[in-house]
Nanobody, 116 residues
Framework: QVQLVESGGGLVQPGGSLRLSCAVS????????MGWYRQAPGKQRELVAA???????NYVNSVKGRFTISRDNAKNTVYLQMNSLKPEDTAVYYC??????????WGQGTQVTVSS
């Protein structure tokens, strides 16, 4: 059974950086699109960034210029480099994989807290 396992979350001061990793237990090639979502307390889960198998990316406006999504097919891993972090970036971050029209897989989530 394929699984997505996130790592790299933690506590960081405003202006700091973190890199999240999402390891695919199978082959990342099975997913057309990989993405990072986040959910803050009391808010809906939102798409933060996504990358297709062809390398096209898109970002929510609030993270453009600060976050970068990338994928390493050889390592079956997707990354989210987060720079210039703000308190409003605090949330649980989830990795997501989509294959075909209806197959969607989620990771268990990793907490990111931005606070001084």
């Amino acid at each position: 059974q394929v699984q997505l396992v996130e790592s790299g979350g933690g506590l960081v001061q405003p202006g700091g950086s973190l890199r999240l990793s999402c390891a695919v237990s199978g082959s990342i090639a099975m997913f057309n699109t990989m993405g990072w979502y986040r959910q803050a307390p009391g808010k809906q889960r939102e798409l933060v960034a996504a990358i297709t198998s062809g390398g096209s990316t898109n970002y929510v406006n609030s993270v453009k210029g600060r976050f970068t999504i990338s994928r390493d097919n050889a390592k079956n891993t997707v990354y989210l480099q987060m720079n210039s972090l703000k308190p409003e970036d605090t949330a649980v971050y989830y990795c997501n994989g989509r294959a075909g029209l209806s197959y969607v897989l989620w990771g268990q989530g990793t907490q990111v807290t931005v606070s001084s």
